[in-house]
């Protein structure tokens, strides 16, 4: 997917987000069932750290330190709403050819921020419309598929190295209903096949979505369920 449609996206699920945080109702200490522990205030520290975080990386292109949220709800939605036009400029400010570290494959280029960050912001922006009970977030099939992508050929390789989790002993092809696309995680030919809509696929990845309940299964379906139960992401 290219940087510019992505770029459209984030700022579509950033400004959405925002709107959310500056609600009269928007209610700081629910729970957000898709982010075990943390409520809406957590939440937006979070995206706040994120933001901050990645915010240092494209200034230096080097790696930083992550910093802490505030704790207190209040302070921590101040910090989150402060930061957005900053974090915005620097965003629509990157150059995607220019060497900048990411947690990526090689090469290493700015770039990869623009995708990661539209991902991050549309998970969350799915979270809190789950927390508050809202109209659900409207993500394309193409932009869900590419968050397949990022998942299978980021994420997992990058889990199973750092000894996250088990790498998938028995080969599952994932395939998009509504793209036509396909991934196989495991290294020989697939003993199953997931089929679902791109979106399906993706929430399921991010494990906010059961595939289990809904995806046409073909093959071993024990194989899947053990497929689906690894950390495909942190």
């Known amino acids: 997917m290219d940087d510019n449609t992505l770029l459209a996206q984030l700022q579509t699920d950033v400004l959405a987000i925002q709107s959310f945080a500056l609600s009269e109702d928007a209610d700081l200490g629910r729970a957000v069932p898709t982010c075990p522990g943390w409520t809406v205030a957590d939440l937006l520290g979070h995206l706040w750290s994120i933001e901050t975080w990645v915010r240092e990386i494209l200034r230096t292109r080097e790696l930083a330190q992550e910093p802490q949220p505030q704790t ?60 508050v009970g809202g109209d659900p977030a409207d993500h394309t099939p193409q932009f869900c598929s590419d968050g397949v992508d990022e998942v299978l050929t980021v994420f997992y390789p990058r889990q199973v190295r750092f000894g996250r989790t088990e790498p998938v002993t028995a080969p599952v092809e994932f395939r998009t209903a509504d793209t036509d696309h396909a991934w196989t995680i495991g290294d020989s030919e697939p003993v199953a096949t997931v089929t679902a809509p791109a979106e399906d696929l993706y929430l399921g990845m991010w494990k906010r979505y059961d595939l289990l309940e809904t995806a046409k299964i073909e093959g071993d379906t024990a194989a899947v369920r053990q497929a689906l139960s690894r950390a495909l992401t942190p």
Do not use: N
């Open 72 to 131: 207190e709800p209040t302070l921590a939605v101040a910090d989150f709403l402060d930061g957005l036009p900053d974090y915005l400029t620097a965003m629509r400010a990157i150059s995607a050819e220019e060497p900048c570290w990411g947690f990526g494959p090689k090469p290493r280029l700015a770039g990869f921020w623009i995708r990661r960050q539209a991902h991050e912001h549309a998970i969350h922006r799915v979270d809190l419309y789950r927390a």
